[in-house]
């Protein structure tokens, strides 16, 4: 879009289903474009979009929901298909009308301008280790990031067999995929479960016929093994071959450099919790989880260890000293009254 403005009069951004005659939405595109996306803008003449939340109810301006579109373009329905028309042609609740929607399974959000934001599909939308994410979600953060071009973002099965996400990024120009600070970035606006376990750099991604990114030729590319590093740096120290010794247990790898990422070698965020259980049991040191994703190596982490050892303890806080005392007379009260018993 940057480069198209430059060699047209006037850009424009059209959005819209077959379902629904081809185009619902239009956005005028001019000036810089700050955000990672250009808007899908407003519905056109004679039009109506909605953004609603699982139970039917308008999303609040800033939240995703699936989008449903309504007015004079809806079609008919599928041809020969009356179930999948009654699953995706549902009555409109708030024209009054009698009229209906077409759910369009796409996930959008309503800026606080009033235009409209696509954000993905819905069929993106994968459970794992109990959480619900939404692809569409990460990769739409994932564009935020300077060195990032294009992004998709798959769960698929580990090199041990289990499920994980990983991301496939096309760099931007004249930059490089760096896991850590992708990584980093990620950890900063997402829940540690939706960050990826892994960040494979492609020249471009598949596209089917029709020009959308072909998932199934992504989920077929191998997954990269293990890379050793070019210089492998044994543990240095007791702190380190301890901690060299946790992830190993975890991961199940045998031999761990002190400068190797922790989910370069098959971390995720589960065994990501178990680690930083461990470590605090081992250190009696209570680490936030979120460090890991900062500082993601065995050296990394064995400064944070050093850095929370040496910091002062902290003097009780007043309702602490108070509530001390009290806890101490109830648990008396309560000896006395068995004694009395």
């Known amino acids: 879009a940057s480069e198209l403005q430059g060699r047209c009069r006037e850009l424009w ?16 595109v001019r000036g810089k474009i700050e955000s990672a996306s250009v808007p899908i803008g407003r ?23 699936e989008l449903f579109i309504g007015g004079a373009g809806v079609a008919l329905g599928y041809w020969n298909r009356p179930e999948l028309t009654a699953e995706k042609f549902v ?6 009308d009698g009229g209906r929607l077409y759910r369009t399974g796409d996930l959008a959000r309503c800026r606080a301008d009033g235009t409209l934001e696509f954000l993905g ?3 993106g939308q994968i459970k794992l280790r109990g959480f619900r994410i939404e692809l569409g979600e990460i990769e739409s953060v994932l564009l935020q990031h300077a060195s990032v071009r294009e992004a998709a973002v798959l769960l698929r099965d580990g090199p041990r067999g289990d499920r994980r996400l990983a991301a496939w990024i096309v760099p931007a120009s004249g930059g490089a995929v760096v896991p850590e600070s992708l990584r980093e970035f990620l950890a900063g606006k997402l829940p540690e479960y939706m960050v990826p376990s892994a960040f494979l750099p492609v020249e471009t991604l598949p596209l089917t016929p029709n020009g959308k990114v072909d998932r199934r030729a992504l989920a077929a590319l191998p997954w990269p093994g293990v890379a050793e590093p070019e210089t492998f ?20 790898v045998e031999r761990i450099g002190v400068e ?35 500082r993601p190596t065995v050296a990394g982490l064995a400064a944070e260890l050093a850095r929370e050892a040496s910091r002062p303890a902290a003097e009780p806080s007043m309702p602490a000293a108070i509530l001390a005392p009290i806890a101490r007379d109830r648990r008396r009260m309560k000896l006395s009254d068995l004694e009395k018993s």
Not at 19 to 24: D, H, N, Q, R
Not at 44 to 58: E, F, K
């Open 121 to 123: 599909r819905l069929d």
């Open 13 to 28: 951004n059209f959005y819209g289903p077959t379902e629904t005659t081809i185009w619902s939405a239009i956005h005028p």
């Open 43 to 65: 519905p056109i003449a004679n039009t109506r979009m909605y953004v609603l939340d699982p139970g039917g109810h308008p999303a609040p301006v800033g939240i995703p929901g």
């Open 233 to 252: 740096v044994a543990p240095r120290n007791e702190t380190e071959q301890a901690l060299a010794d946790l992830w190993s247990g975890v991961l199940g």
């Open 91 to 96: 009555p409109d609740p708030f024209a009054g």
């Open 260 to 294: 190797q990422s922790f989910f370069d070698l098959g971390g995720h965020s589960l065994l990501a919790t178990q680690l930083m259980s461990r470590i605090r049991d081992r250190f009696g040191i209570d680490l936030p989880l979120r460090s890991l994703f900062e």
